[in-house]
Nanobody, 120 residues
């Protein structure tokens, strides 16, 4: 089992920045991939970014490339999502997720979510 706790959400003006954090516990952190997803009102949950256990492989959605950066600190059991140049369409609940294994594995553990609101 993996427990995940997100933090760092809030209200920000368009063009601003936020950094989300997700603290994990329950398994050896470096052995599994982590991801960030988001769900806007009335929309399905969508993939934002992912990172392998070692941090050597990273992927992100086209909609956030060049603006959002995923990273992890395996010594702190924490994954981050640095969000720059935020747009109103980035408004959503952001969830971190832990995979059952490393890169390419299914995500099976989810945090409670943190709200990000970007005002125009």
């Amino acid at each position: 089992q993996v427990q995940l706790v997100e933090s760092g959400g809030g209200l920000v003006q368009a063009g601003g920045s936020l950094r989300l954090s997700c603290a994990a516990s329950g398994r050896t952190f470096s052995t599994y991939a982590m991801g960030w997803f988001r769900q806007a009102p009335g929309k399905e949950r969508e993939f934002v970014a992912s990172i392998s256990g070692s941090g050597g492989s990273i992927n992100s959605a086209n909609s956030v490339k060049g603006r959002f950066t995923i990273s992890r600190d395996n010594a702190k059991n924490t994954v981050y999502l640095q969000m720059n140049s935020l747009k109103p369409e980035d408004t959503a609940i952001y969830y971190c997720a832990a995979a059952y294994g490393d890169w390419g594995s299914e995500y099976g553990y989810w945090g409670q979510g943190t709200q990000v609101t970007v005002s125009s």
